[in-house]
C-alpha cells in the first residue's frame, strides 16, 4: 500500500554533500531515514512527525543532517552535510503508523534505499 522511492545517493569524498529524496504515495504521521552498513545493525537516522513538525536526529548525524517534508511535491528529504566516511551506507526511507515518533520508530514499511559511498 504504501510506496517509498528513493534516491539521491552516490558516491563522494568527505566533507562533501548529497541530497537525498523520497518520493511516497501516502504520507504517513511519522516518516524517517534508517541506514544499514555491510556487517552492522541498522541504525535510525532521522524522522519527522508530518503532522506536528517536531524532528529528530541520531546523535552521529545532528547538526549535520536535516531532515524535510515537501508536501507539494510529496517527497521527504535528507539533506547531508560534512559527510564523513562513517556515514558510508545503505539509506532507506521508511514511514511508522503506530507508537512515538523517533529514530526507534517502528518503522513498517521501507523503500528500497539508495546507497552512499564516502571515501578518499
Known amino acids: 500500500q504504501v510506496q517509498l522511492a528513493e534516491s539521491g545517493g552516490g558516491s563522494v569524498q568527505p566533507g562533501d554533500s548529497l541530497r537525498l529524496s523520497c518520493e511516497y504515495n501516502?504520507?504517513?504521521?511519522?516518516m524517517g531515514w534508517v541506514r544499514q552498513a555491510p556487517g552492522k545493525e541498522s541504525e535510525g537516522v532521522a524522522a519527522?512527525?508530518?503532522?506536528?513538525?517536531?524532528?529528530y536526529y541520531a546523535d552521529f548525524v545532528r547538526g549535520r543532517f536535516t531532515i524535510s517534508l515537501d508536501d507539494a511535491k510529496r517527497t521527504l528529504y535528507l539533506q547531508m552535510n560534512n559527510l564523513k566516511l562513517e556515514d558510508t551506507a545503505m539509506y532507506y526511507c521508511a514511514t511508522a503508523s503506530v507508537g512515538s515518533c523517533s529514530t526507534n520508530a517502528r518503522f513498517r514499511d521501507w523503500g528500497r534505499g539508495t546507497q552512499v559511498t564516502v571515501s578518499s
Open positions: 501516502s504520507k504517513v504521521r511519522c
Open positions: 519527522i512527525n508530518t503532522g506536528g513538525g517536531s524532528r
